[in-house]
């Protein structure tokens, strides 16, 4: 079955105005339009076009949790999303274990991991045993899933921190700040000496230093360094202008949007020591449990686990709970996760990155421009319930059981009975499905 869902763009301050009703051929609301979110989470379940084709129901979550064994299939609807068994009930009730986005960040969204199943069952527990309300601002665990995900660039480059970068590099970003410093008619060069000596005692031991004496410390160490660095960076800039090459200008860079947008805030040196990385469109970045990273700016298709733990750490002022992030993050250095694509034919690429709970396949195919109706057929085979949108073009797709258009800007539920698609059409759409 093919149901066609819709959704209103959350409107998160960090949001674009244009990008989403853009990409869609949408009107804008003249508001900001962060996240357009296709799947069944409490906080903003798509909207079904056709209440007749659920049974009634007016949203996917509602029409999951009235008809499971329809919305999700007989096999989807027995399945725990939460696959090491737990038996509470928040757990084993069927649910759509992934969500699909389209994210457009007009500005820097927060520094920010997200947990391990176990970490968030736990974490769930305990706050739940202690009371604390599922809505309420300081609570870390909305949910006991874990929450991976990928992201896919739309537009032509898509800026974003992610990970701890490897120790050589922020060893190569302190002796550029020194250079800086030195280039400064008044050096200070004990402001970057304490990045250092903490950084000799470890990753934990530096983000935890910068954030909670960032945070309202009494030595006021870190307000300092903050400040140094924004200076340095400005006066990189300064130095660029006249013809000076400076090894990292794209990190400096973005210590200076980030001071422009959170003055004064720990998470700007934090940057400093995070991946910084600018994807071209049609790459794929993958961020699984503890990965640190927050989206500079850009257009993207994101797939995640469904669930809404977030644990932050700066670039906010929302609630962080810097025990809980410690205990989340990992702090091994990397270098940049960018996700190849299996290809499964021409114009169809898989993106796995070998969770249960989602994958994502783009179906591309270019028009032909010899030809007065071009029509090029590409075929998938669902994993499980699914979620397609149409970012170009347009396309007939026919299952199993039944077919249906799909149309620029338009999205649709497609329930696993359809088994094989074949997308008949020119354009690009993106599906995803639960991890096979």
């Known amino acids: ?32 339009e962060a996240e357009l979110w296709l799947g069944a989470h409490a906080g903003s379940p798509s909207v079904i076009e056709d209440a007749e084709q659920a049974g009634g ?38 649910r759509l274990p992934f969500l699909l986005k389209i994210l457009a960040a007009g500005r820097p969204l927060s520094l920010q991991a997200h947990p391990t199943t176990e970490q968030a069952r736990a974490g769930f527990a305990l706050e739940n045993e202690a009371g604390i309300a599922v809505d309420a601002g ?14 896919f660039a739309l537009s032509d480059t898509f800026e974003a921190l992610c ?12 002796a550029e700040l020194r250079l800086l410093d030195l280039a400064n008619e008044n050096p200070q060069a004990a402001a970057i000496d304490l990045l250092e000596q903490h950084l000799a005692e470890g990753l934990r031991d530096t983000v935890d230093w910068l954030l909670r004496d960032g945070r309202g410390g009494d030595s006021g160490e870190v307000k300092w360094l903050v400040e140094r ?21 794209n990190e400096l860079a973005a210590v200076r949007v980030l001071a422009a947008e959170y003055p004064g805030d720990p998470g700007i040196v ?47 002022p929302k609630h962080i709970d810097i025990e809980e992030l410690l205990a989340v993050l990992d702090f091994t250095p990397a270098t940049s996760p960018l996700l190849a694509p299996i290809i499964l034919a021409d114009g169809v690429s898989r993106y796995r990155p070998g969770v249960a709970d989602f994958e994502l396949v ?34 007939l797709i026919a299952g199993g059981a039944s077919s249906r258009p799909l149309k620029h800007g338009q999205a649709v539920y497609i329930t696993p009975d359809e088994g094989t698609l074949t997308f008949a059409g020119t354009g690009e759409v993106f599906l995803a499905m639960p991890g096979a």
């Open 138 to 151: 300081n609570r870390n665990y909305r949910d006991p899933f874990h929450k991976p995900e990928l992201l």
């Open 57 to 94: 129901s007016t949203d996917l979550a509602g029409w999951i949790a009235a008809s499971p064994a329809v919305a999700l299939g007989a096999d989807w609807a027995t399945r725990q999303a939460d696959t090491a068994g737990s038996a509470t009930a928040a757990t084993t009730a069927p």
């Open 163 to 174: 990970g701890f970068r490897p120790l050589a590099e922020v060893r190569g970003i302190i």
């Open 362 to 395: 783009r179906i591309h195919a270019d028009a032909d421009a010899a030809s007065p109706a071009p029509v090029t057929m590409r075929q998938v085979t669902l994993t499980g319930p699914a979620i397609a949108i149409c970012t170009a073009g347009g396309f």
């Open 1 to 32: 079955m093919f149901v066609g869902i819709t959704n209103t763009p959350r409107d998160y301050a960090w949001g674009s105005t244009r990008a989403i009703a853009d990409l869609l051929g949408h009107t804008p609301s003249g508001g900001p």
């Open 270 to 316: 934090l940057a400093l020591l995070l991946n910084r990385v600018s994807l071209k469109r049609g790459e794929v970045l993958y961020l699984p449990a503890g990965s640190i990273h927050a989206y500079l700016s850009g257009l993207g298709v994101e797939v995640m686990a469904a669930s809404d733990n977030v644990l932050r750490g700066g670039l906010t």
């Open 229 to 249: 660095v924004v200076l340095l960076a400005e006066h990189a800039k300064f130095l660029a202008g006249g013809g000076a090459i400076i090894g990292y200008a």
